[in-house]
C-alpha cells in the first residue's frame, strides 16, 4: 500500500507539471505548492458517519482519541483496524468517538480511511425501538442531507455539528 501511495504521488505531479505547461504556469512554482513538508493534523472532530474503519498502514503515531478531557494516543498495530463510532451511532446513546491527528515532523504517517454512512434519503433520528417514556430522544430528527450538508459546510471542531441536534 506504501508503494501504491508513493506511485500514485508521483502520478499526481508528473500530471500537475504537464497540466502546468500546458497552460503555461511554472513548473517549479507548481511543484513547490505540493512539497511534502506542508503537512498537516486535523483539528478535534466526530465523524458524520455511522462507523469509520482505519487501516494505519505504518507504525507512525499521530491518531489520538479524547476520554475524560484528555487526549489519549492510538498506538498502531499491525494488520489491526481501527474503528471509530461516529454521529449516526450517538443518537443511538453510544457516543461517538472525539478524535484528531497530529503530525510527526520527520515520518508520514499514512492511513486509509473507510466511511460507512446510511443512505442520503434517510432521517438521522434515535431508533424507534429504543425510545420511550423511559428513555426520550435527546436529539432532534433530521435528515441525513441536511446533516451532511451541515456537517461539511463548517469547520471541525468537537461534536459542534451533533451538538446542534440535542433538544
Known sequence: MEAY????KKLAQTLLN????????DEIEMAKLFEPNKVIGLTSHSDADALTILFQLNDIQG???????????????KNALVVNIGDI?????????EHRSTVNS???RLSVATFYFPSS?????????IIGPLNPPIFRTESMEQY????????????????????
Open 18 to 25: 504537464k497540466m502546468a505547461k500546458a497552460l503555461g504556469i
Open 106 to 108: 520527520t515520518k508520514e
Open 89 to 97: 451511532i450517538e443518537q443511538w446513546n453510544i457516543s461517538s468517538i
Open 121 to 129: 434519503d434517510s432521517e438521522l433520528r434515535p431508533a424507534n425501538s
Open 148 to 167: 451532511l450538508k451541515k456537517f461539511f459546510a463548517r469547520e471541525l471542531y468537537g461534536k459542534s455539528c451533533l451538538e446542534d441536534m440535542k433538544l
Open 63 to 77: 491518531l489520538q482519541i479524547r476520554k475524560d478531557g484528555n487526549w489519549i494516543p492510538v498506538t498502531p498495530l
Open 5 to 8: 501511495i508513493a506511485e500514485v
